[in-house]
Structures are given as structure tokens and as C-alpha cells.
Nanobody
Framework: QLQLVESGGSLVQPGGSLRLSCAASGSSLHYYMISWFRQAPGKEREGVAC????????YYADSVKGRFTISRDNAKNTVALQMNSLKPEDTAVYYC???????????????????WGQGTQITVSS
């Protein structure tokens, strides 16, 4: 049974950077499409970034394109989300999620994922 644990959440000033990590146990992340989602208070959970399992293609929400980068470290069994030029509207709880089907066409669909982490809070504020 795959288990996911996010880390790296923090309070950061606008324009700052953070690096989130999604660590796996119970299975190798190599076999899963991994995405980062976020959920702000009163809003729906939204897809932020995705990395496929087959060819490591990456996908991003328009709101974070050019600022966020998703990457894998198979040796460490982790997936990272590097976040630069952070804005107050990036404030949310961030979750990683895993899909064994590697259905990249549906990467934004929360129903696509079988496994979720517990989330980590990012607050962007001065």
C-alpha cells in the first residue's frame, strides 16, 4: 500500500521560494503519475503540476507555469515541487497524489488519484 507524506510547507514572503517534497513508502513512485494539488480556504482542490511515470513529461496549471517545477528523484523515492516567485494567491494546503494509471489527460481530475498525502500548508504573506 502506497503512502505519501508531504513536507516543506512554511510561511514565506511574496517573491520567495520554497521546495516541497513528497516522500513515498510501501511502493516505488516510479510506477505512478504524481501530481501536486492545492486547496485554499473556501475553494476547490486544484491541480498545480504533474509528472508522468512513463516518460517524465510534466504539466502545469497556467497560474504557476514558469514559476513552479516538478521533478522526480527515483533513488530517494520522492517527488519535489520547487516554487519560485511565490504570490499571496499561492497560499493553500498542498497535497501530492499518485495515479497508477498514468492518465495524464486527466491529471487535473481529483477523482483520478488513488493515493493522497495529508497535505502541507504554504502561506505567502508579508
Amino acid at each position: 500500500q502506497l503512502q505519501l507524506v508531504e513536507s516543506g510547507g512554511s510561511l514565506v514572503q511574496p517573491g520567495g521560494s520554497l521546495r516541497l517534497s513528497c516522500a513515498a513508502s510501501g511502493s516505488s513512485l516510479h510506477y505512478y503519475m504524481i501530481s501536486w494539488f492545492r486547496q485554499a480556504p473556501g475553494k476547490e482542490r486544484e491541480g498545480v503540476a504533474c509528472i508522468s511515470s512513463t516518460d517524465t513529461s510534466t504539466y502545469y496549471a497556467d497560474s504557476v507555469k514558469g514559476r513552479f517545477t516538478i521533478s522526480r528523484d527515483n533513488a530517494k523515492n520522492t517527488v519535489a515541487l520547487q516554487m519560485n516567485s511565490l504570490k499571496p494567491e499561492d497560499t493553500a494546503v498542498y497535497y501530492c497524489a499518485a495515479d497508477p494509471a498514468d492518465n495524464v489527460r486527466a491529471w487535473r481530475d481529483v477523482q483520478e488519484y488513488d493515493y493522497w498525502g495529508q497535505g502541507t500548508q504554504i502561506t505567502v504573506s508579508s
